[in-house]
Each structure stands twice: as structure tokens, then as C-alpha cells.
């Protein structure tokens, strides 16, 4: 997930050491505070490390305030045998994206989907997406990335033209791509997301199928659409929802993939599609975000 004009920011890296069993209990309080590419790292007999990171904000100190209050908690109320410890380190943009890369297994995505963050060969009957050029556009990890993908794997693509808006890191557009589809245009405000992508792009082979335009959601995007994704947050999307009307970018009958949006404001949202004649055709929900997937009910509807 994107926001318009990021850029290469600063990231911590937070290492928690925790009594074996307790994985799963560091893995969650890391991704409550918002810590993308949550790993286990290593383990011994009797304590493993998980490494998350976090965007460096103004509001940093208090979200690892509360990571180590869940954690003091569940020792003091004896789901920890023994206390965790935290650590962490300052890392700019290169180094954060140089050690997410060398600490992340793949990740399986949905039932047709691998991502892998190095060259290795990978052998798997799923489609492989490689990234490299990470920079905080998105990897796979984070749960609206994870349901875009799978709202995107049931979809008939072979032959169809596709506008992924706010690309980040190219990752729906080129799963649309090893999807079979036919024209992809990969749209965003920042250069160095369209960077990005277009390296990743050439890493999984697809850079001639895709088209990368700098452009402010879909004002400078030509054309008419048969599918349209988008990993945005809510303000976004519900400009969106106008957009595509206005620029006629998403054909009638075409279908809307969009995610990004927090739970609390999915039902403002879901009004908003409903009122601007798209028809909801499946929603799904995962950490406190939603993923919708609709499509603009044409005239004949």
C-alpha cells in the first residue's frame, strides 16, 4: 500500500527475543503496531527471534511502548515462562530493504501466488513474483496486499486491459500479468514507486507487457479499462470510486479490485460504491483492513 509522494524514509528494526512457543504472540503484536515483513529469524533450544519492520514516525515511541506492555503482560500472566526482551535499530531506506530482503522465506499467497525477495530458483507450480526493489511500495506481507492477491487469482484476465493505480511496488500488476492479461498500464504519483516497479517488472519478465504512467490516481490515464486495482487508503479510494467514473477508466461491466481502506470506514465506503452504481460482488477482512471486490453495473444491469 502507497500514499501519494512517499518516498525512501527511515525504518526501525525491532527485534524481539522470546521464549520458544511465543513466536506467534511476538509476530502479532509486531504487525498490531504496524511492522511489515515480520520474519522468525532464528531460534535455539530455548528462545527465538522475530524481526519487524516499522516505519520511523512521530508516533513510534508509543507504539513499542505498547509492543513491550503486551509482551510484560503475557509473561506476568504466564503465557511467557520467561520475559521477552526488545532491540532496536535505526536503518535508512537502502539498509531496511537489504535486510528484509536477505531475512524473508517466500511467502505463499492465496492458492496460485509465491513471492520471493531473492534470485534463488524457486520450484513451485504457483507463479512466482520476484521483487527486489521494495523501498516501502509494498512486498505481499501487508493483509491489503495479501487480499488483493486473492481477489485478483479468481479472475479471468487472458486478454484483458488492466490499470493498476498506485502501483508501489508493481506487485498487482505483474501477478496481473503472470495472470494472462493482455494490456497492463501500472499508474502512480511518485517516481520512485514507478522506479520500482519498473525494476521488478524487468525481474519477472513482464516489463513489455506493462506500461508505467506518472499519474495522479487516473487523470493522466488514457483509455477504458476491464479491470481495475487499486492499494490505497480510504481517502484515496473514495476519490477513486469518482474518478473512474468521471474519466469512463473502468468499462461497464468491468470489475473493481481496491483495498487499503480501514474497517471503520468501510461502510462510508461501501455506501459510496452502492450510490455511484457499482455492485458489490465479494468483501473480505483481515487485521483491522478491507478489500472489496465490485464491478460498475453497466446499463443493461
Known sequence: MIERGRTMLAWL????????????LAQGVLESIGCVGTAWVTADNRFSRIIGYLLA???????????????????????????????TQLLDGEEWEASLRESLPPLQIGSR???????????SSRFVLRLRSLGGFGTGHHPTTRM???????CELTGKRVLDVGTGSGILAI??????AG????????????EAAGENARRNGVAKRIRFVKSDLVRQVKGSFDLVLSNLLTPLIKDLAWQLLSHRALAPGGVWIGSGISA?????????LVKLNYRLRDERSADGWVAFRCQLISAAD
Open 13 to 24: 528494526e525491532i527485534t524481539v527475543t522470546i521464549p520458544c512457543g511465543g513466536e506467534e
Open 57 to 87: 514516525t512521530e508516533d513510534s515511541t508509543e507504539r513499542l511502548a505498547w509492543l513491550m506492555e503486551r509482551l510484560d503482560e503475557a509473561h506476568q500472566s504466564g503465557w511467557l515462562p520467561m520475559p521477552a526482551s526488545v532491540a
Open 113 to 123: 501466488f509465491l513471492i520471493t525477495f531473492t534470485d534463488d530458483p524457486v520450484t
Open 148 to 154: 488483493c492477491l486473492e481477489l485478483l487469482e479468481g
Open 175 to 180: 501477478a496481473a500479468a503472470k495472470l494472462g
Open 183 to 194: 494490456e497492463i498500464v501500472a499508474a502512480d504519483v511518485d517516481d520512485a514507486a514507478l
Open 264 to 272: 471503520e470506514s468501510w461502510d462510508e465506503v461501501r455506501m459510496l
